[in-house]
């Protein structure tokens, strides 16, 4: 049973219930987030009566939680959760464009687009220096020398870096440059990592795994915010199914479940969703009529001699239009204020 506690409660009146709680003979956890805090009971002798604490002072209800996340449950915190990047929001009210190269190539080819994404009014700019490949023999990045690169693009242009760890030795050189650090499809149930990002003082953008369902999802999202690091941004990035005419199949359908299962904000990637140029328009378009909280976007200067994913990448003038089109669609979505 989780209690939740009133805006503003004190000190004293958490110590009061954890007394009684004790007393009774259970254990308890307190779950705190910028907002909200909360007290989990969770084991002990015997149910517990939800009336004993309805009525203190302090306490705002008892909630019987149906899921077997919590730090990551909409019952947990009522209000959707921002994310905070130096003056910059994830989620509420926001629409977050993350956009770059889906690898760090050269300097000139990551300058290239990071002016593209500077032009476009998008505060984010992405970049893969650690690569995870299907094939050995691919491309695998240009490791701290792409980090470097990107740390250059952040102070000449004054973009966040967002960019991938992919193992846990990683994570320590990846913040010493990144403002977000992405764990990407394969990793989305690499346990060890995930407790390791928890550690971070940076946001975590978590991308759906491949064949993850929801409540898995926000498992892994739990595995981070349970180690203390409660800024996660989720990913949708399109998961494995019968349908051959795209690279994945991109699930919208998450945006909505999400929203009702869980505070954190989630944002959508058609790059690697759709792996089709012709289709990351469209589908950016319908993400944030869905009412997605952001999209991650993979542009190149000349997809065609991309290192990676060059089927996917959108010529910066289309990447322009883009975000053009979705802030107008935003724009219509957002409530009006009179
Ligand atoms: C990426 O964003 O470059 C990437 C490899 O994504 P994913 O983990 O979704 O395949
Ligand atoms: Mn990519």
Same mark, same amino acid.
């Given at each position: 049973?989780?209690?939740?506690?009133?805006?503003?409660?004190?000190?004293?009146?958490?110590?009061?219930?954890?007394?009684?709680i004790?007393?009774?003979?259970f254990?308890? #956890?307190?779950?705190?987030?910028?907002?909200?805090?909360?007290?989990?009971?969770?084991?002990?002798?015997?149910?517990?009566?939800?009336?004993?604490?309805?009525?203190?002072?302090?306490?705002?209800?008892?909630?019987?939680?149906?899921?077997?996340?919590?730090?990551?449950?909409?019952?947990?915190?009522?209000?959707?959760?921002?994310v905070?990047?130096?003056?910059?929001?994830i989620?509420?009210?926001?629409?977050?464009?993350?956009?770059?190269?889906?690898?760090?190539?050269?300097?000139?080819?990551?300058?290239?687009?990071?002016?593209?994404?500077?032009?476009?009014?998008? #505060?984010?700019?992405?970049?893969?220096?650690?690569?995870?490949?299907t094939?050995?023999?691919?491309?695998?990045?240009?490791?701290?020398?792409?980090?470097?690169?990107?740390a250059?693009?952040?102070?000449?242009?004054?973009?966040?870096?967002?960019?991938?760890?992919?193992?846990?030795?990683?994570?320590?050189?990846?913040?010493?440059?990144?403002?977000?650090?992405?764990?990407?499809t394969?990793?989305?149930?690499?346990?060890?990592?995930l407790?390791?990002?928890?550690?971070?003082?940076?946001?975590?953008?978590l991308?759906?795994?491949?064949?993850?369902?929801?409540?898995?999802?926000?498992?892994?999202?739990?595995?981070?915010?349970?180690?203390?690091?409660?800024?996660?941004?989720?990913c949708?990035?399109?998961?494995?199914?019968?349908?051959?005419?795209?690279?994945?199949?991109?699930d919208?359908?998450?945006?909505?479940?999400?929203?009702k299962?869980?505070?954190?904000?989630?944002?959508?990637?058609?790059?690697?969703?759709?792996?089709?140029?012709?289709?990351?328009?469209?589908?950016?378009?319908?993400?944030?009529?869905?009412?997605?909280?952001?999209?991650?976007?993979e542009?190149?200067p000349?997809p065609?001699n991309?290192?990676?994913?060059?089927?996917?990448?959108?010529?910066?003038?289309?990447?322009?239009?883009?975000?053009?089109?979705?802030?107008?669609?935003?724009?219509?979505?957002?409530p009006?204020?009179?």
């Amino acid at each position: 049973m989780l209690i939740v506690m009133k805006p503003g409660v004190t000190q004293s009146e958490i110590e009061h219930v954890l007394e009684k709680i004790k007393h009774l003979g259970f254990c308890t #956890k307190i779950l705190i987030n910028s907002s909200q805090t909360s007290i989990d009971i969770t084991d002990g002798k015997g149910s517990i009566d939800a009336a004993i604490f309805e009525n203190l002072t302090g306490v705002a209800e008892t909630v019987r939680p149906q899921n077997p996340y919590k730090l990551a449950s909409s019952q947990t915190l009522r209000k959707k959760s921002v994310v905070l990047i130096g003056n910059e929001r994830i989620g509420g009210d926001e629409l977050t464009i993350i956009g770059g190269v889906c690898a760090v190539e050269t300097r000139e080819q990551v300058f290239n687009i990071a002016e593209t994404v500077k032009k476009s009014g998008a #505060k984010f700019f992405r970049g893969g220096a650690f690569k995870p490949r299907t094939s050995p023999y691919a491309f695998q990045g240009l490791g701290e020398e792409g980090l470097r690169i990107l740390a250059e693009v952040r102070s000449h242009f004054n973009l966040h870096i967002v960019t991938e760890a992919m193992d846990n030795e990683q994570v320590e050189l990846v913040e010493k440059y990144a403002d977000i650090i992405q764990i990407g499809t394969r990793n989305m149930q690499n346990f060890s990592l995930l407790k390791r990002v928890g550690k971070s003082k940076l946001p975590i953008l978590l991308k759906r795994g491949m064949s993850a369902t929801l409540e898995e999802f926000l498992l892994a999202a739990e595995y981070i915010m349970a180690e203390g690091n409660e800024n996660v941004i989720l990913c949708e990035r399109g998961i494995r199914t019968f349908s051959n005419h795209a690279r994945n199949t991109l699930d919208l359908s998450i945006i909505p479940a999400v929203q009702k299962l869980s505070h954190l904000p989630i944002i959508v990637d058609p790059s690697h969703g759709t792996g089709k140029n012709f289709m990351v328009t469209p589908m950016a378009m319908a993400s944030v009529a869905a009412g997605a909280d952001g999209l991650l976007i993979e542009v190149h200067p000349s997809p065609e001699n991309a290192l990676s994913d060059g089927a996917q990448a959108l010529y910066p003038e289309q990447f322009l239009e883009l975000v053009k089109q979705v802030k107008v669609i935003h724009e219509v979505l957002s409530p009006v204020t009179v």
